[in-house]
Antibody
Framework: QVQLQESGPGLVKPSQTLSLTCTVSGGSIFSGVYYWNWIRQPAGKGPEWIAHFYTSGSGRTDYNPSLKSRATISVDTSKNQFYLELNSVTAADTAMYYC??????WGQGILVTVSS | EIVLTQSPGTLSLSPGERATLSCRASQSVGGNNIAWYQQKPGQAPRLLMYGPSNRATGIPDRFSGSGSGTDFTLTISRLEPEDFAVYYCQQYGGSPTTFGQGTKVEIK
């Protein structure tokens, strides 16, 4: 059974870069054809998809246009981890951040607060 | 992007009652690719239904999904105490995938 675990700083200053890690256990990221996702959820609101990469063919990555190119998703196969960087953060980026495989399997989430 | 509107915002029901949750899309959802999630406080969303009438692994048959085009419904035939939670619909027929704002099912 695949398991995902988010990690990273819980507090980021405005205008800085938010960097998160998703560690995958119970299977290799590239062991099958999957979408590996980052999703966030502000308190009291619905989830918002941020980005994913696809472990098939060219390994395509896609991003939510609403983030206006501030997000970057990347992967380190040797560590079985994938990452999210979100630059130029503001208070509006304060949310619970989740990593997920195919939106079927989710990590427990990490709360990130943007504040000075 | 496709905007999903869920109704009602809150549903107050008693255990054993039937719950009907609605999800309306701003445009037709390709392939009727709608999913439903359940979320309890402090937990990640849990996939219930996809496609829109297929139950995810381990989901009891009191949960059912239906609909097509722009109108979709999640039905819980008889509410169990563990079903009181927030429910979200998601469309993955268009890019980007989007979620609704949620319906809270609370104990009356």
């Amino acid at each position: 059974q695949v398991q995902l675990q988010e990690s990273g700083p819980g507090l980021v200053k405005p205008s800085q870069t938010l960097s998160l890690t998703c560690t995958v256990s119970g299977g290799s990221i590239f062991s099958g054809v999957y979408y590996w996702n980052w999703i966030r959820q502000p308190a009291g609101k619905g989830p918002e998809w941020i980005a994913h990469f696809y472990t098939s063919g060219s390994g395509r990555t896609d991003y939510n246009p609403s983030l206006k190119s501030r997000a970057t998703i990347s992967v380190d196969t040797s560590k079985n981890q994938f990452y999210l960087e979100l630059n130029s953060v503001t208070a509006a980026d304060t949310a619970m951040y989740y990593c997920s495989r195919n939106l079927h399997h989710w990590g427990q989430g990490i709360l990130v607060t943007v504040s000075s | 992007e496709i905007v999903l509107t869920q109704s009602p915002g809150t549903l107050s029901l008693s255990p054993g009652e039937r719950a009907t949750l609605s999800c309306r899309a701003s445009q037709s959802v390709g392939g009727n690719n709608i999913a439903w999630y359940q979320q309890k406080p402090g937990q990640a969303p849990r996939l219930l239904m996809y496609g829109p009438s297929n139950r995810a692994t381990g989901i009891p048959d009191r949960f059912s999904g239906s609909g097509s085009g722009t109108d979709f419904t999640l039905t819980i035939s008889r509410l169990e105490p563990e079903d009181f939670a927030v429910y979200y619909c998601q469309q993955y027929g268009g890019s980007p995938t989007t979620f609704g704002q949620g319906t809270k099912v609370e104990i009356k």
